[in-house]
């Protein structure tokens, strides 16, 4: 079980779509979940495959980083 809360805004937000799509909120937040996990393994396990096989997809130095939607000040142009 997991509790958590809320701001205002995003609970409202839940609330609308929540009633719009006929479903509890415990769904809605359950799938979003699922599919946000899903997107990040299938990320990370893109990035490992392509980071350890570097001979098949060349990048510039480092391009692998942790945080998925930032590319290291390192990198070369």
Do not use: G, W
């Not at 997991?2 to 415990?26: G, I, N, Y």
């Not at 510039?60 to 990198?75: A, D, G, T």
């Amino acid at each position: 079980m997991v509790t958590l809360r809320l701001p205002k805004e995003l609970e409202e937000k839940l609330d609308q779509l929540a009633k719009k799509e006929e479903r509890s909120k415990a769904y809605i937040i359950r799938k979003a979940l699922e599919e946000y996990l899903a997107d990040y393994e299938e990320t990370h396990n893109v990035m490992y495959f392509v980071k350890n096989n570097a001979k098949l997809y060349p990048i510039k130095k480092q391009l692998y980083c942790h945080s998925v939607n930032r590319i290291p000040n390192e990198v070369e142009q």
